[in-house]
């Protein structure tokens, strides 16, 4: 983001929180940074739910899932019961 290849992004989670003073993030002018509130919607309320079983039941099932950022993480993995 430093080198203006990407327009923008949001980011609402740290590997720690809060973010310290001097944080090079916090200059950064094309980055927004938002508390981690996404879950306290009233969709997320209603969704968030099924969205977590469907998830895990297409990991168990097909060793694979919509949910997961880094897919590649998950090869890492070995879950007793699973095809993958």
């Known amino acids: 983001m430093q080198r203006g290849r990407i327009a923008g992004a949001a980011l609402d989670v740290f590997w720690a929180e809060p973010l310290p003073p001097g944080s090079p993030l916090l200059q950064l002018d094309n980055l927004t940074i938002t508390g981690h509130l996404a879950g306290g919607t009233i969709d997320a309320f ?6 977590l079983v469907n998830g895990v039941l ?21 879950v007793p019961g699973s095809q993958a």
């Not at 097909?62 to 890492?76: A, D, F, I, Q």
């Open 46 to 51: 209603h969704n968030s739910g099924e969205l």
């Open 58 to 78: 297409d990991f168990l099932i097909h060793g694979k899932t919509k949910l997961v950022v880094n897919p590649e993480s998950l090869s890492r993995r070995k």
